[in-house]
């Protein structure tokens, strides 16, 4: 499994985007200067997104302390949506949140049902195909959870039941180390 998960704002372009290296300080501080990026990269859709007066933006609802419901008011709240709150606060507009699931992030951003995608999502080959990457906010690493002294080995997990998010780097990461 790999060591080291870094999370991204994503979003489609049809420039390519220019490759930089990792900002691994102050999250608000990288993700205010993505908008440095972002902004001429989709000049298009920014004007869509001016003339509309809002900013779509995907997030998911089940990953404390980056997104999650809060149960006092019912509205999404975490990290994700403060990156995304400050991001239409530069822009000038409003901003509407809307709830995405792990296999849903690239289909609803590539549908235009949302603008941008900020929502627990790591850089794959795949994936860069498809969207464009901000530079990451947030750098942290995959593990298992089990039973003390049970497990030594990855391979003491093989045939055992596993449970992962559906559609995360993590599922098929695990899928190529345990393919049983």
Avoid at 13 to 36: E, R, V
Avoid at 118 to 135: L, W
Wanted: hydrophobic share 40%; glycine share 6%; proline share 6%.
């Amino acid at each position: 499994m790999p060591t080291e998960i870094t999370l991204y704002l994503v979003w489609i372009t049809s420039q390519p985007h220019a490759q930089g290296p990792s900002m691994k300080s102050n999250p608000l501080i990288a993700s205010l200067l993505c908008l440095a990026v972002l902004a001429p990269a989709f000049a298009d859709d920014l004007d869509d997104i001016k003339k509309k007066n809002t900013l779509i933006v995907g997030v998911k609802d089940s990953t404390p302390p980056f997104g999650m419901v809060n149960p006092k008011t019912q509205k999404i709240s975490g990290y994700d949506i403060d990156f995304a709150a400050a991001i239409a606060k530069h822009l000038g507009v409003g901003l509407t949140v809307k709830a995405v699931e792990s296999n849903q992030r690239i289909p609803k951003l590539v549908s235009k049902d949302v603008d941008m995608i900020i929502a627990t999502m790591t850089k794959n080959a795949e994936r860069e195909k498809q969207v464009d990457f901000s530079y990451g906010y947030f750098i942290t690493g995959q593990k298992f959870i089990v039973h003390k002294g049970k497990v030594n080995a990855i391979e003491h997990l093989t045939n055992a039941k596993i449970g992962t998010v559906t559609g995360s780097t993590s599922e098929k990461q695990l899928k190529r180390e345990l393919p049983n």
